[in-house]
Structures are given as C-alpha cells and as structure tokens.
C-alpha cells in the first residue's frame, strides 16, 4: 500500500548541522477536524505525507529546521499515513513522503439553501512541493507563490 522513495529526485542537500531549534514547531496530524482548524487560521500549511524509511529520517530533520524559520507564518504538519491512511490514500500518491502546500483558505459561497448552517464550506489550494528539500528550497518556493513569511534565523 505505502511504498517509500528508494531515491528520490530532490534529495540532495542536507545544509544544516546540528543546531538548537528548541521545540518542536512541527504539528503531528491527529484528526481532518484538526487539520480543518489549522486551515481556517489562514496560514499556508506545508504537510509532509511520511512512512518509516530512510530517507523520512532525512525529511524530519529538514521539516524541523524548516518549522522552526518560517514558524509562525508558515505551520508544518506531518502525516504517519500508516496510522492515517484514510486521509493519505485521498491524496492518491503510492510514494512516499512526499510533501504538499495547503492554502489560502476563503469561504465558498454556498449554493442554495445549506442542508446543515453550522457547516462552513471553503476552498484550499493544493500544491505539491518539488523544490529541494532544504531551508533554501522552502524559501524559494515560498516566494515564487507569494507566501508572506519572516525568519526567525
């Protein structure tokens, strides 16, 4: 079902060294009506789709120095899609991680009578990330999509 990159195409660069990034500022994915909630904070919302492998250990060091630059303008989640496969399955990707960019939040105009008014209804933008992935990679994405974002480094 989950099938891991054996060598992935932006696995280059791994810029850092050991550094004290304090805690944590990567969100662990536990439920849709979280990630929901995350969303409706209109932040851009990088989520790195992970199994256990080799090069996830690569990836969570690159997500928790990216986490830590860009927190908080920019939120990272991370999905163990083995205990959430529901919700990486949707994604419709058979490897993995891999990382996407959910944004831009906006309230959808409902169409007709809403069956329940304490629903919301809104649109996200879904973008997959192929740039390297590093700090600079991260950053350069972020400007070519216009994300505001200010660095704490």
Same mark, same amino acid.
Not at 7 to 12: D, G, I, S, T, V
Not at 61 to 86: D, N, S
Not at 93 to 119: L, M, W
């Given at each position: 079902?989950?099938?891991?990159?054996?060598?992935?195409?932006?696995?280059?660069?791994?810029?850092?060294?050991?550094?004290?990034?304090?805690?944590?500022?990567?969100?662990?994915?536990?439920?849709?009506?979280?990630?929901?909630?995350?969303?409706?904070?209109?932040?851009?919302?990088?989520?790195?789709?992970?199994?256990?492998?080799?090069?996830?250990?690569?990836?969570? @060091?690159?997500?928790?120095?990216?986490?830590?630059?860009?927190?908080?303008?920019?939120?990272?989640?991370?999905?163990?899609?083995?205990?959430?496969?529901?919700?990486?399955?949707?994604?419709?990707?058979?490897?993995?991680?891999?990382?996407?960019?959910?944004?831009?939040?906006?309230?959808?105009?409902?169409?007709? @009578?809403?069956?329940?008014?304490?629903?919301?209804?809104?649109?996200?933008?879904?973008?997959?990330?192929?740039?390297?992935?590093?700090?600079?990679?991260?950053?350069?994405?972020? @400007?070519?999509?216009?994300?505001?974002?200010?660095?704490?480094?």
């Amino acid at each position: 079902m989950f099938q891991c990159y054996s060598k992935p195409e932006n696995y280059r660069y791994y810029t850092g060294y050991p550094k004290d990034l304090g805690p944590s500022r990567i969100i662990p994915f536990t439920s849709e009506r979280q990630f929901v909630q995350l969303l409706h904070e209109g932040r851009p919302v990088v989520v790195a789709f992970t199994i256990k492998c080799t090069y996830t250990q690569h990836l969570d @060091k690159v997500l928790e120095e990216a986490a830590a630059t860009f927190y908080p303008h920019i939120k990272f989640v991370r999905v163990e899609c083995p205990k959430y496969p529901g919700f990486c399955l949707t994604r419709q990707r058979n490897e993995y991680p891999f990382v996407e960019v959910f944004y831009n939040p906006e309230q959808a105009a409902s169409q007709g @009578k809403s069956v329940d008014p304490n629903i919301t209804k809104y649109s996200v933008k879904v973008l997959p990330f192929n740039y390297d992935q590093n700090v600079y990679g991260f950053r350069e994405y972020f @400007k070519k999509h216009g994300f505001k974002y200010s660095e704490t480094n």
